[in-house]
């Protein structure tokens, strides 16, 4: 059972998404709270992550400034809403718990910028 993430697609450097982010089954009670993404020959790298009780936020350096996590409690989802983006975003978006999980690994979604 693992975390479901979705909103990824074909953009054109520039543009935005929106990926969003779920639990269900046996894992529902498990909060998301970062995202992770592995660019195509690179290891996956920590993303951006709200963590603790004042949703403390936290990014990479590579994408300070353009992405912005945030969480919706009520429903147990976490987004990660991408501006500017750049090619070398393109990769493959996970999220997680911070620090990762790694039975909670999903399939990802993946993010493909085009110059």
């Known amino acids: 059972v693992q975390l479901v993430e979705s909103g990824g697609g074909l953009v054109q450097a520039g543009g935005s998404l929106r990926l969003s982010c779920g639990a269900s089954g046996s894992i529902s009670n498990v909060e998301p709270t970062a995202w992770y993404r592995q660019r195509p020959g690179k290891q996956r790298e920590f993303v951006a992550a709200v963590a603790g009780p004042a949703g403390t936020l936290s990014y990479a350096d590579s994408v300070k400034g353009r992405f912005a996590i945030s969480r919706d409690n009520a429903n147990n989802i976490v987004y990660l809403h991408m501006s500017r983006l750049k090619p070398d975003d393109t990769g493959l978006y996970y999220c997680?718990?911070?620090?990762?999980?790694?039975?909670?690994w999903g399939q990802g979604t993946q993010v493909t910028v085009s110059s």
């Open positions: 997680n718990v911070f620090p990762p999980w790694e039975g909670y």
